[in-house]
């Protein structure tokens, strides 16, 4: 996908390299290498670095693709991962995040924006992005678990799963929250009536 000099393409093994440039940049992306939602407890921690980096180069080369990297002239900026729910074993598991229904759907559980690429719109562009290569997957549904900061400025490190304003403005409507800050929100991408909020 293209958007103005903005180039946005899935993560294959061919593009490998650029994701790994592009977590390179940032200590807390050096450990966790994309595997926070695919493992639980000390299965992460335990593989905080290294570990996590082959478990993921793994998933890469098995395909489909996890994930989205956003390019601007050739250098890789920003990244948004997208897999069917069921990958994300943390989310099964969570108190405030577990599935809302037994729908399939595909979840989009976090981003790494480059710092200086930071409040530029750029979660919008890949979310959007992500819906497009998604709905030519057959996916009904997208899922996210945005934080929703009430129009208050947050720290980096506590907004890496996107804030809900960026979801609402690329078409995502909350459906259920059972914490004061973290709801899930969804996009219908073919068909049907938009998601309806759960009580």
């Not at 940049?25 to 980096?53: I, P």
């Not at 478990?55 to 990297?69: C, D, E, T």
């Not at 790494?112 to 819906?131: N, P, Q, Y």
């Not at 506590?158 to 996009?187: D, H, M, N, Q």
Request: charged letters at 30%; aromatic letters at 10%; proline letters at 7%.
């Amino acid at each position: 996908m293209r958007t103005g000099g903005l180039v946005i393409k899935p993560l294959t093994p061919g593009r490998w390299d650029d994701f790994k440039r592009l977590f390179e940049t940032n200590s807390v992306c050096r450990g966790c290498w994309c595997m926070f939602w695919r493992l639980r407890g000390r299965a992460f921690s335990g593989g905080w670095g290294a570990k996590n980096r082959g478990a993921f180069r793994r998933r890469v080369k098995k395909g489909p693709a996890p994930g989205l990297i956003a390019y601007a002239n050739a250098e890789p900026i920003g990244w948004c991962a997208l897999a069917p729910r069921e990958e994300y074993l943390k989310l099964e598991h969570s108190r405030v995040l577990h599935p809302v229904d037994d729908k399939q759907v595909w979840s989009i559980p976090c981003f790494f924006i480059a710092r200086e690429h930071r409040g530029s719109g750029l979660t919008v562009k890949l979310l959007r992005a992500a819906s497009d290569y998604a709905r030519k997957r057959g996916v009904r549904l997208l899922e996210g678990y945005p934080t929703d900061t009430r129009g208050r400025r947050a720290a980096d490190p506590w907004v890496y799963t996107g804030l809900l304003s960026a979801f609402e403005k690329a078409g995502f409507r909350e459906v259920v929250r059972r914490s004061r800050s973290r709801p899930i929100v969804r996009r219908r991408l073919s068909g049907g009536r938009p998601p309806q909020r759960m009580e």
